[in-house]
């Protein structure tokens, strides 16, 4: 009777918690899967959640806290190229430090913590121990690794060269994965001061990946030459 009264007290006490943490879930989750939100919405979410917040917070709410406070953060930059602003950053490096200290193996928090500290100019060794954690804990996860190639690339000329090699390799994989319209985004974007290097590192690639790549960047330039494939002969009305 004791561990019978105390389960329907338990389920009592927690439901409301985990019913108001699902749409914070909800909303990291779609954040992930490439929706947006608006600003206002976000704060408002963020907001509840620090409101309600218990003195034991689950894992999973502190990692969605930390994904939209990271969609916020961005929002100045991507729509303005601007860098975000520093009482912004200062947020969600809070956030991420402290979802890591209950989640110490995620990997996109860690590649957050190191995009947070690039953001504020942290030029020290130290940063890049972040990327690098990201690197050991997510290798071959094609959601991080999408966001993760895009920054590491973004910061290539500053890496060490084990994470030179890292984010070269992990182009590779995009590739070889089959996230074409990812790979050829990064290209033309962060990767293109670099391109000669990124095709170079897919020779090994399997052909039938490398020609599936080679269609996908087939527009963004004549020069960009995949190896092994071979480029179509020129017609006159192309």
Do not use: C
């Amino acid at each position: 009777m004791i561990v019978g009264t105390f389960s329907i007290w338990w389920g009592i006490t927690t439901f409301p918690v985990f019913w108001r943490d699902s749409h914070l879930d909800h909303m990291a989750e779609s954040i992930l899967n490439g929706e947006q939100f608006k600003k206002e919405n976000l704060q408002s979410e963020l907001a509840s959640f620090a409101s309600n917040e218990n003195a034991w917070p689950r894992p999973e709410s502190l990692r969605s806290a930390t994904i939209l406070q990271l969609s916020l953060t961005e929002q100045p930059n991507t729509a303005k190229n601007e860098k975000p602003v520093v009482p912004a950053l200062e947020q969600l490096q809070t956030s991420a430090r402290r979802s890591l200290s209950v989640t110490p193996a995620d990997p996109l928090l860690w590649l957050v913590l190191f995009w947070a500290n690039k953001m504020k100019d942290d030029q020290s060794p130290d940063n890049f121990a972040n990327l690098r954690m990201s690197y050991l804990l997510g290798p071959h996860e094609g959601w991080v690794a999408s966001r993760r190639n895009y920054i590491a690339l973004a910061n290539f000329a500053d890496l060490p060269e084990d994470l030179r090699e890292a984010a070269l390799t992990e182009f590779k994989d995009l590739v070889v994965s089959g996230y074409d319209d990812t790979a050829t985004l990064i290209l033309a974007g962060p990767g293109w001061a670099i391109r000669d290097k990124l095709l170079f590192s897919l020779k090994d690639a399997p052909d039938d990946a490398k020609r599936r790549f080679a269609s996908s960047v087939d527009e963004l330039s004549d020069d960009i030459v995949v190896p092994g494939v071979e480029k179509p002969e020129a017609r006159p009305w192309r």
